[in-house]
């Protein structure tokens, strides 16, 4: 089963995962107690429940030191699913299950985590009429996965890096004197997406008229949002950002503001209590 994502390189994430933990020595612990010849069977299992991400990638480390393991996949990403589901089901050779378990089970953890999280606050804002987004606020070489693990849990994707949609901000703002006065140097360089951040209602009006085509209404609470949106009127998305949590979630998409987006769901989403047991064969 062929798993790929736009910009990752999945062979290369494995290797330098198995990489970094091998350190140039192997598995010294598994090389000295299994005989080479040993066979485990396997079960990798949710102790929580959760919604599932990155089984495709645990697959990966096993395959990478076992090209024979024999792998049943339980369910599918994206499902939620209870306490005490098999995800995983391994048969192969014992060393190279052990070497890789812990980097297959990180890798699930953190982005079940994430996932489980995300369906959390996309279920907070059922029948709102706004969207969930992630951010920018992955980890370092991550942050491809993590964006995959908030759509598994339902969240669309902001800017995937600096690269994809402008953002202009406070500190952009300040160095060209106005907002409107960024956003037109960026209509003048040819950018088609341009996000721009506005923390007054007096931003607004300056910042479309000079071509934004996203507001990112950033800190206002649920009165203000209320009045940016009918100002804004749906001449372009709007979007609330800034300390969002679950508890609160609820009231600000209900605003009529297009997105939400949140920045804990990549930056604080616990690990997904998920475990694998294994048996010689």
Known sequence: MTF???????????????????GGEGDITSQAVIPADALFEGVMDSRDPIVVAGLPIAEAFFRALDPDVAIERL???????????????LRGKARAMLTAERSALNTVQ???GIATMTRAYVDAIGGTGATLLDTRKTLPGLRVLEKYATRMG???????????????????VAVAGSVGEAVRRAVAAGIERIIVEVDRIDQIEPALAAG??????DNMGPPMLREAV??????VPTEASGGVRLDTIRAIAETGVSYVSVGRLTQ????????LDFAAV
């Open 4 to 22: 790929s994502l736009d910009r990752f390189d999945l062979d290369a994430f494995v290797r330098a995962t198995l990489a970094e933990d091998l």
């Open 75 to 89: 369910v599918g990403e994206g499902q939620s699913v209870p306490a005490a589901t098999d995800l995983l089901r």
């Open 110 to 112: 953190h982005l079940s």
């Open 154 to 172: 339902g969240a669309e994707n902001h800017r995937m890096g600096l690269w994809d949609a402008a953002m202009i901000k406070d500190n952009h």
């Open 212 to 217: 934004a085509t996203h507001l990112l209404l």
């Open 230 to 235: 009918a100002l804004v009127a749906g001449r």
């Open 268 to 275: 604080s989403a616990p690990a997904a209590d998920i475990g």
